[in-house]
């Protein structure tokens, strides 16, 4: 009996296998587990506002120099007249789409930060930081000129300059917003979930 015990081992022998030590528990072990899963996502969310702080001043500053230096005077040639700088006051969307709808492209603009925001909380994913600090960046930039800008409050026109010979006239923030766009959507299909994980369909 003694022999046997020797060669299987027993319930009450710490480690089977003969190395006296204790195993963690479930439960200690799902706690180490889990425990670097906090820091890295609050890094990846310190991305994301850092992306998104960099988009919104970068736009904020061209367009108060757009402002400042371009409006009321001949646009800038920059490669001949197929890239031109000129000043244009947008009611619209990006792109100058939808002018008659300034109101609910506020609303919307609105609605997609506080949506960014919430879904921070579960952010894991660098990519997905990336591709939402761009988005909360240029919806931001471009918030700022429908809140303060004339002719009034949440009706404000967008600031746009960058100018392509047969292409509409945008700024840097719909560039940042574009950019985000098309990030989330590649991430999507490779099966990339802004927590993480990833998923084959």
Not at 11 to 36: C, I, L, M
Not at 109 to 115: E, L, M, P
Request: glycine share 10%; charged share 20%.
């Amino acid at each position: 009996m003694a022999e046997a015990e020797r060669i299987i081992g027993t319930p009450d022998t710490p480690d089977a296998a003969g190395d006296g030590q204790e195993r963690p528990d479930a439960e200690q072990e799902q706690t180490r587990e889990q425990a670097p899963e906090r820091p890295r996502g609050k890094r990846r969310v310190a991305v994301l506002f850092a992306v998104a702080l960099f988009a919104y001043l970068l736009d904020l500053g061209s367009k108060m120099l757009v402002v400042a230096k371009l409006e009321h005077h001949e646009p800038i040639e920059i490669i001949g007249d197929w890239l031109r700088f000129a000043a244009i006051r947008n009611a619209g969307a990006a792109f100058g789409f939808g002018e008659a709808f300034t109101v609910i492209f506020t609303v919307i603009a609105a609605a997609v930060i506080v949506v960014i925001a919430r879904l921070a909380r579960k952010l894991r994913s660098l990519p997905w930081a990336i591709a939402l600090g761009l988005l909360l960046g240029g919806a931001l930039g471009n918030l700022t000129d429908r809140i303060f800008r004339a002719p009034g409050v949440f009706e404000g026109a967008v600031v746009d300059f960058i100018a392509p010979k047969h292409f509409a006239v945008f700024n840097l923030a719909d560039s940042a917003i574009v950019c985000g766009g098309i990030l989330i959507v590649i991430l999507s299909f490779r099966g990339l979930d802004p927590d993480g994980t990833v998923h084959k369909d």
